[in-house]
């Protein structure tokens, strides 16, 4: 089944506690790299397609419907990417608000949660918010 690395993952992100981080599913998250193999396969199916000279409007053959396919894959894929990274920033930026704004580190147990990206993103947020209470 095509994008089915997605659908785990949004099933992870539905699974755990609102509000809550569960660990980074760094093995779940190689979803881009399906992404890149839809990519690199749909693009070979419209090449070929060009070079057949068949015109994709007028023609419904298999390779028409096999590009169908990578690109929904490639877009469900995107959009669950999308919604596990948005969900996570979301409880990040909370984290902020909750742990207040003289703390710029989280604690240990959530920290051990976070990817070095979203340690970072924390850091940067938590900066921004005490320069904007600050002004």
């Known amino acids: 089944m ?31 790299c399906q992404c890149t193999q839809h ?34 894959s490639l877009i469900r894929n995107k959009r669950c990417l999308m919604a596990y990274v948005h969900n996570r920033a979301e409880v990040i930026q909370n984290f902020a608000w909750k742990v207040g704004l003289e703390l710029l580190e989280l604690p240990e147990e959530i920290q051990e949660k976070l990817s070095p990206s979203e340690k970072n993103y924390f850091g940067k947020h938590s900066s921004a918010l005490q320069s904007s209470c600050k002004a």
């Not at 539905?14 to 881009?32: C, H, T, W, Y």
């Not at 070979?44 to 068949?54: C, D, F, G, P, T």
């Open 2 to 32: 095509y994008a089915r690395k997605g659908y785990e993952l949004v099933k992870d992100l539905a699974n755990g506690e609102k509000g809550q981080l569960q660990p980074f599913n760094v093995r779940r998250f190689v979803i881009s």
């Open 39 to 72: 990519y690199l396969e749909l693009q070979a199916l419209i090449r070929k397609m060009q070079e057949e000279s068949v015109d994709v409007r007028e023609t419904r053959n298999s390779d028409h419907y096999g590009a169908l396919i990578h690109h929904l």
